[in-house]
Structures are given as structure tokens and as C-alpha cells.
């Protein structure tokens, strides 16, 4: 089945790293993806990665992928006010043209 | 380059009315999505284009919804009559071809209000 499950809020302190945690259950999916909301918008890519890797670093982003666990993660180093937003976990689901199945969203909060 | 176009961004309706989205992808951009956001959840695919042809529409109700793309270009979801539980936010995206990278390209959304 098609399922992207994530935890729904995290607060962090400014200036401190967050991470995001996300388990899906497409083993076969080619690609996975972080997607940020800002409130009132669209969702914006972040980035994403590859299946074949196991991280991918970004200026203050990483991305890790453990495929045995199906678990994937998102690292913010030095997270600002400006980070806060929702953050979506998605697969590409193997079944389908580029269908991209989303997780709930982990509600990302910093405080001062 | 424009982004992914939307409207209306808002719309509050009475429940069995109907109503009617539209959005325009970046242009040259094959394969067109509506997503539907309920809040708190995160979106889920309603429908798929490549070009002007259905490739995945296995979770639109549609004794109530439809959607098309004339032309392959712009693309209209109506829904009719509307329930309750249609309130959520329309999300339209948008993305190049098959996805080397599968990177979808969003609009702001259409949020609807049953009443």
C-alpha cells in the first residue's frame, strides 16, 4: 500500500539543528522528497533524494535514507525563525506516472 | 517565469452548490496534478494529466468531481454537488515531463469552504 507517515510537530530553540523524521513503505520508489508549506502557500521543494543514496547534503540541509528501515530524515543545521514552516515527506510511487504520495506534514516551530 | 496560476484563491459555498477551479501550469510543462489538502493532512493526488490525457484519477469521487485539460494547457475541477467534506484547499502543480528529479511545481491553492 501507499502510506508516508511522520511525526506531527517539532519545536526547536534558534540556532539549534532540527530533525525531521518519515517512514514510508514504497521500497521501490525512485526518488523521495522534502517539501516545505509556508502558511498561505503552495508547497515548494526543498530537495531530494536519489534511492541509491544513502545521504545528500545541501548548505544546511541533509537528507539520510536508511531503504532497509524505509526511514528517511531531514537535518536543519542552525535553524532560524525563517525555517518555521510544514514540512512534507514524499515518495514516488512506483505504480504510477511520477505519483508523488504525501505524508501529513511535521509542523516545524522556533522559538528564540 | 510564472509560477503555477490558481483561482479563485477563496470560496464559500453552501453544501450541494457547485463550484469550479482553475489553474494554469508553467508553461510547457506536460504533466498537470489537483491535489486536495484537507486541513492537518497532507495533500492527496486527486487527478493526473500527461498532456491532455488521464493517467491517474483512481482516487477522484467521481460521481461528484471532474476535471479536464483542453488543449493540454489550463485545467478546471469542479465539483457537483458539493458536501461538507469537500472543504479543503486545491492545490494545482505542475512538472516538466515524467520526473528525472519528479519535482512538481505548486500554485497557492484554491480554498474551499462548504457550508
Known amino acids: 500500500g501507499e502510506d508516508v507517515e511522520q511525526s506531527l510537530f517539532l519545536s526547536v530553540r534558534e540556532g539549534d539543528s532540527s530533525v525531521i523524521n518519515c517512514t514510508y513503505t514504497?521500497?521501490?520508489?525512485?526518488?523521495l522528497y522534502w517539501y516545505k508549506q509556508e502558511p498561505g502557500a503552495g508547497l515548494q521543494l526543498l530537495t531530494y533524494?536519489?534511492?541509491?543514496?544513502d545521504m545528500k547534503q545541501d548548505q544546511r540541509l541533509t537528507v539520510l535514507l536508511n531503504k532497509k528501515d524505509k526511514h528517511l530524515s531531514l537535518r536543519i543545521a542552525d535553524t532560524q525563525t525563517g525555517d518555521s514552516a510544514i514540512y512534507f515527506c514524499?515518495?514516488?510511487?512506483?505504480?504510477?506516472?511520477?505519483?508523488?504520495?504525501f505524508g501529513a506534514g511535521t509542523r516545524l516551530a522556533v522559538h528564540p | 517565469e510564472a509560477g503555477v496560476a490558481q483561482s479563485p484563491r477563496y470560496k464559500i459555498i453552501e453544501k450541494r452548490q457547485s463550484v469550479a477551479f482553475w489553474c494554469n501550469p508553467i508553461?510547457?510543462?506536460?504533466?498537470l496534478y489537483w491535489y486536495q489538502q484537507i486541513l492537518g493532512q497532507g495533500p492527496k493526488l486527486l487527478i493526473q494529466?500527461?498532456?491532455?490525457?488521464?493517467?491517474?484519477d483512481s482516487q477522484l469521487p467521481k460521481d461528484r468531481f471532474s476535471a479536464e485539460r483542453l488543449k493540454g494547457v489550463d485545467s478546471t475541477l469542479k465539483i457537483q454537488p458539493a458536501k461538507l467534506e469537500d472543504s479543503a484547499v486545491y492545490l494545482c502543480?505542475?512538472?516538466?515531463?515524467?520526473?528525472?528529479?519528479?519535482?512538481?511545481?505548486f500554485g497557492e491553492g484554491s480554498r474551499l469552504t462548504v457550508l
Open positions: 533524494i536519489f534511492s541509491n543514496m
Open positions: 514504497d521500497s521501490s520508489s525512485t526518488y
Open positions: 514524499a515518495e514516488s510511487f512506483s505504480g504510477g506516472y511520477n505519483k508523488l504520495i
Open positions: 502543480a505542475s512538472s516538466l515531463d515524467r520526473g528525472k528529479s519528479g519535482e512538481l511545481f
Open positions: 494529466f500527461q498532456n491532455n490525457g488521464v493517467v491517474d
Open positions: 508553461s510547457g510543462h506536460a504533466t
